[in-house]
């Protein structure tokens, strides 16, 4: 995602400087011709030339802003000179100042001290941090408390250990036993953001029981009228080009409670290319949870208080690789998340056997207790920033009826029932908001169990 961020400042600073110190050996030489003029003409010429001197001194911040503008428009492309546009509308020294303040300020709150820093080859920043210093912990019903133990996995849950796919493990790198590795966040991953107070967070929107609208457009397959206690997955991950830098193209499961009003539950994990969150387009491992709709509480990843990571070699938010290619290898990711009958907590497993962590069921409120729905399927944001529908991609952009190695696929679906036991789905449904733009199909077989195919290009002849 293009965007003019708070070193784009600093460099206005040097060239203004810079012309400052050219303007101040411009005035040595005057002071030099002065005392010649003094000798040669009298004081009256002298006084003329002050006054010529700091009138040129007083034109000169209107000089410099223009210089910086010639540059400023030369440096960047059009598209990004609009990003600048938007994040700075209206541009005032004291307001730049106080918003740097609070960036740095939260970026202090969610940034905790390292133990080691490691680098990704895809630019990002892997703090190894004390698991007892995570961000989790700043949480008012967390504070004091420790990590817990890992839970007995739900029955009919057969794993083996391997190697985790993400693009940061390339550095041969890991983090130490006893700390886990956070993605550090930037000034300018929150200058990104439309406020620091929606950083991490999705967009509060209208929500009903069989999917959502406010601009976002789903796809997905799921099951309700039962009580859930959690779901199984293995989801194709492929790289969906998102157009807009204010949009995302998404695939998660989605485990759900509460009345789809204002007291929404719901526990989020799968993969997401955000150019607005990361900066890039990468698809990532993400996670998120709500216990108000999206509304105040929640975020991603572990950009607030509230999951706990118990896991030393998985990142959350972190590049996932490879991915899958249209009529090529195919890739996915398998994921479980699940209540511990013990304690009630809800946790998550990536990959094969790898436990990431838990969210606490002191967060929840309805999900204290139970989900009353889960959902599989894809989700992106449907700007119309040019008017139209968007070309934003679901899953692999194709749809659904193209099949394997073309479309993006969610296969073996499963739910967590009562006595903690993984079962097939029965009674699945499958729904898509636009079928002209993204749709869905499901189907069930021997080796897949439950599964879906969904996806789409966006705007088409038959989506405008």
């Not at 040595?28 to 003029?37: A, F, H, I, P």
């Not at 541009?91 to 303040?101: I, Q």
């Not at 590795?181 to 929107?205: H, V, W, Y």
């Not at 739910?415 to 789905?425: A, C, E, F, G, K």
Request: net charge neutral.
């Amino acid at each position: 995602m293009a965007s003019v961020h708070w070193e784009k400042t600093e460099e206005t600073c040097f060239c203004f400087d810079f012309r400052r110190r050219q303007e101040e050996g411009k005035c040595t030489k005057q002071k030099q011709k002065q005392k010649t003029d003094r000798d040669l003409f009298g004081r009256t010429q002298v006084h003329t030339r002050r006054m010529h001197s700091t009138f040129s001194f007083q034109i000169l911040p209107i000089i410099s802003s223009f210089v910086f503008f010639l540059l400023f428009s030369t440096a960047v492309s059009a598209s990004q000179f609009e990003d600048f546009r938007r994040l700075n509308q209206t541009f005032r020294p004291g307001e730049e100042s106080k918003k740097m303040r609070l960036i740095r300020t939260h970026l202090l709150k969610i940034n905790k001290p390292s133990v080691k820093t490691i680098q990704s080859p895809d630019g990002d920043i892997l703090d190894c941090v004390m698991v007892h210093h995570q961000p989790a912990f700043d949480h008012p019903v967390l504070k004091g408390t420790k990590p817990l133990d890992p839970p007995e996995r739900p029955y009919g849950h057969h794993h083996h250990e391997s190697e985790m796919y993400q693009l940061w493990s390339l550095s041969g790198e890991y983090c130490p036993e006893g700390t886990i590795p956070i993605r550090r966040t930037t000034e300018q991953d929150i200058l990104r953001a439309s406020s620091i107070k929606r950083f991490g967070r999705k967009i509060a929107r209208p929500v009903r029981r069989d999917s959502s609208n406010g601009g976002h457009e789903h796809a997905v397959g799921y099951v309700s009228g039962d009580q859930y206690y959690g779901a199984k997955a293995s989801i194709n991950v492929w790289d969906p080009k998102v157009t807009d830098r204010f949009e995302f193209s998404l695939s998660q499961m989605w485990v759900i409670s509460g009345s789809f009003g204002d007291d929404l539950n719901t526990i989020e994990a799968g993969w997401q290319v955000s150019p607005e969150l990361y900066g890039d387009n990468y698809p990532r491992f993400f996670t998120y949870w709500t216990t108000d709709a999206y509304q105040a509480t929640g975020c991603y990843n572990l950009l607030c208080s509230g999951f706990v990571q118990t896991n030393n070699r998985i990142a959350i938010g972190a590049a996932i690789s490879p991915t899958s290619s249209y009529n090529g290898g195919q890739f996915d990711i398998s994921l479980l998340i699940w209540k511990d009958p013990k304690h009630g907590n809800w946790w998550l497993e990536f990959g094969s056997g790898v436990l990431v962590g838990y969210w606490p069921a002191s967060l929840f409120t309805h999900l204290r207790d139970h989900a009353s729905m889960v959902q599989f399927g894809g989700e992106v944001v449907n700007s119309q920033a040019t008017g139209s529908h968007t070309s934003t991609e679901m899953g692999s952009g194709h749809f659904s009826g193209e099949g394997f190695g073309k479309a993006s696929y969610f296969r073996n679906m499963q739910v967590v029932d009562w006595d903690n036991s993984l079962i097939p789905l029965s009674n699945l449904k499958v729904l898509a908001d636009n079928p002209n733009c993204y749709d869905i199909r499901g189907g069930i077989n021997n080796v897949w169990g439950n599964y879906i195919y969904y996806g789409g290009p966006g705007k088409n002849p038959k989506c405008p």
